[in-house]
């Protein structure tokens, strides 16, 4: 652990300049840092540290002085748990600090606590009772690092839900309830959130709560919550922090250098789900636009101190094109992908113009995200489309015929599925994707699909309709579809009823209510284009 020449010649410099000192050491017996403080002043950035995972140990232990001669305090014992060492040793006289003897340089060390981690959650680590320097000194160092690293990896394996091999992110959620949110609001957020982890392929471990009146122009949570989320990082052995809001590039690169960790916020996680589910070229596209314009001033900093290229939530998108590219070369990609936009955009432009020649109405089924808009255009028209319990499972727009009953006539309508909303989707989003949001404006009918199992119902069509206002060109008419009614209770079923008794009430999945569907379209459609 240490020998007791090298704690007496600690305990002399700490006499000389009545300072307590830190001293790092690897398991070679090097010394790597030495620093004049508290194990809490001298601790090692985040960034500087080895980073192996909850299983294992920095491999460095902290041989540490104090003026007093109590037991490591929490501040200690937390740098301990935040750098993962794989000891602490804090030097003291018996019954007081470091004094100067006489003028003498020669220090005096009498005990030592000895202090290390233990995979316990509630208390990550455990203290000695003071000891003498020859117990310390006689310590089987290697045998008790080797002995912690077997406890952490069995606590690992016994807690895990991962298969082996598997690199699933584990992931440390982070809300703040500010002012601004109601209690239920900001439950329902980091509920969907969680859900949009889920989608992206991580795995959510644990999540904290602050709240603040207003969010930390820094940190965005305060001073001590950092900290708290960095030991529980430590201690849980998650690789990647999700915060419920828009970060600040800035915040990002605070909150990476205090804690260690790579740092997303809820866009990010957004635009990793559209990496992975867009299939068209025009889908890829408008995906790798999204990215290039959200990641542009985020640029500075980035892969620099830290890597964020091993994959994972955040880290997918555009192939070749990494953090470091230049800011230059990212304008001239960007620039080209807008112009490639604007010719999918004038495309879809064409063969809306061709339609509408044939005179066949348009029916945009929108929606938001698992709402169940892609099962509904499968029950209807056994279109095949991908279907799951995700959030958008489904990103590239299907469009299929679908014959309904008009007044005169049989009609045949096309019916186009939609990208999913969500609250407060991310404007670069918005912005890639204004040529396939462009089908919402121009298609003759709104196809308003509600989930109305989820809680947030209400919400939701809230949303939905908060982001329709925002097109650029106003949609058509809309018709409200309330969908998997084989899931809700009677009082939720009369409360919708009763709140919109124009609606339609469905079972997509269980092909309830379809035929007044069809029925109710084709009354929409006779109204919206038939009539003058």
Not at 102 to 115: P, S
Not at 366 to 385: I, Q
């Given at each position: ?326 800011r230059r070369t990212i304008q001239r990609r960007i620039a080209r992908l807008q112009q490639e936009v604007t010719q999918l955009q004038a495309h879809r432009a064409r063969l809306r113009q061709r339609r509408q020649h044939q005179e066949v ?135 919708a009823r009763q709140e919109f008794s124009q609606a339609v009430f469905i079972s997509a999945s269980k092909r309830l209510g379809l035929e007044t569907l069809r029925q109710k379209l084709g009354q929409m459609v006779d109204y919206a284009v038939?009539?003058?």
């Amino acid at each position: 652990m240490t020998t007791v020449e090298f704690a007496q010649r600690l305990g002399a410099i700490t006499q000389e300049l009545n300072q307590p000192v830190c001293s790092y050491i690897n398991r070679r017996g090097q010394v790597m840092r030495v620093g004049v403080g508290t194990p809490h002043q001298t601790q090692i950035p985040p960034l500087e540290l080895p980073r192996y995972g909850a299983e294992r140990l920095s491999g460095i232990r902290c041989i540490a002085t104090q003026l007093n001669s109590e037991a490591p305090n929490e501040a200690a014992l937390t740098a301990m748990a935040l750098q993962r060492l794989d000891a602490l040793v804090l030097l003291s006289q018996t019954g007081g600090g470091f004094e100067r003897r006489g003028g003498g340089a020669t220090g005096y060390v009498k005990e030592a606590y000895l202090a290390h981690l233990i995979p316990h959650p509630d208390t990550p680590w455990t203290v000695s009772p003071p000891l003498s320097l020859d117990i310390v000194a006689q310590q089987d160092f290697l045998n008790l690092v080797e002995g912690l690293e077997a406890e952490f990896q069995r606590a690992m394996v016994g807690a895990s839900h991962l298969e082996p091999g598997s690199n699933q992110d584990q992931v440390l959620l982070v809300g703040l309830l500010t002012d601004k949110q109601s209690l239920q609001q900001f439950q329902v957020g980091l509920e969907e959130l969680a859900l949009l982890v889920e989608s992206a392929g991580g795995q959510v471990v644990q999540t904290l709560r602050q709240r603040r009146s207003q969010p930390h122009p820094q940190t965005v949570v305060g001073q001590g919550k950092v900290q708290e989320i960095a030991l529980r990082a430590q201690t849980l052995g998650v690789n990647l922090i999700v915060f419920d809001r828009d970060l600040s590039p800035s915040q990002v690169r605070n909150l990476e250098t205090q804690i260690g960790i790579r740092v997303v916020d809820r866009t990010e996680v957004i635009l990793d789900i559209f990496a992975q589910r867009a299939q068209s070229q025009a889908g890829k596209l408008q995906v790798e636009l999204a990215q290039l314009e959200y990641m542009l001033p985020r640029l500075t900093g980035r892969g620099r101190a830290m890597s964020r290229l091993g994959g994972g939530i955040g880290t997918r998108g555009p192939g070749e094109t990494k953090l470091e590219t230049e800011r230059r070369t990212i304008q001239r990609r960007i620039a080209r992908l807008q112009q490639e936009v604007t010719q999918l955009q004038a495309h879809r432009a064409r063969l809306r113009q061709r339609r509408q020649h044939q005179e066949v109405p348009s029916v945009a089924v929108v929606g938001y995200t698992n709402a169940g808009k892609s099962t509904l255009l499968n029950a209807l028209t056994n279109a095949e489309v991908y279907t799951a319990n995700q959030l958008f499972a489904t990103l590239d727009p299907t469009t299929r015929r679908l014959a309904v009953s008009a007044s005169t006539a049989p009609q045949t309508i096309l019916l186009t599925d939609t990208v999913g909303f969500i609250h407060e989707l991310p404007p670069p989003l918005m912005d890639a994707f204004r040529a396939t949001l462009e089908e919402v404006t121009e298609a003759d009918l709104l196809l308003h699909v509600v989930d109305l199992s989820h809680p947030a119902w209400a919400r939701h069509i809230h949303s939905v309709k908060q982001v329709l206002s925002e097109m650029p060109l106003a949609p058509g008419p809309a018709l409200l579809v309330f969908n998997k009614i084989d899931q809700v209770d009677s009082e939720v079923l009369a409360l919708a009823r009763q709140e919109f008794s124009q609606a339609v009430f469905i079972s997509a999945s269980k092909r309830l209510g379809l035929e007044t569907l069809r029925q109710k379209l084709g009354q929409m459609v006779d109204y919206a284009v038939v009539s003058p």
